[in-house]
Nanobody, 122 residues
Framework: QVQLVESGGGLVQAGGSLRLSCAAS????????MGWFRQAPGKEREFVAE????????DYVDSVKGRFTISRDNAKTAMYLQMNSLKPEDTAVYYC???????????????WGQGTPVTVSS
């Protein structure tokens, strides 16, 4: 079993920044890809970013490219999402997710955190 706990969400003005963290436990963290998803009010959950086991390869949804950066620290079993130049449309609950493969994949994650809310005011 894998436990994922997000933190760092909050209220920020448009143009501001937030850094989300995900603390993982329960299995060998460094062997698997990790990702961030988000769900805005009234919308389906969507992919935001993904990072491979070693932290070398990443992928982003087009709407956040150039503004968000995903990273991980395997020694600390933690993953991060640095969000800059935030926009009101980034408002959502952000979820940390763990895959069962080491590399980037389109297979849905198996494990999810409880989510942390991000609100961007205009």
């Amino acid at each position: 079993q894998v436990q994922l706990v997000e933190s760092g969400g909050g209220l920020v003005q448009a143009g501001g920044s937030l850094r989300l963290s995900c603390a993982a436990s329960g299995r060998t963290f460094g062997n698997y890809a990790m990702g961030w998803f988000r769900q805005a009010p009234g919308k389906e959950r969507e992919f935001v970013a993904e990072i491979n086991w070693g932290g070398i390869t990443t992928d982003y949804v087009d709407s956040v490219k150039g503004r968000f950066t995903i990273s991980r620290d395997n020694a600390k079993t933690a993953m991060y999402l640095q969000m800059n130049s935030l926009k009101p449309e980034d408002t959502a609950v952000y979820y940390c997710a763990a895959y069962t493969a080491p590399g980037l994949t389109t297979t849905p994650p198996r494990y999810w955190g409880q989510g942390t809310p991000v609100t961007v005011s205009s």
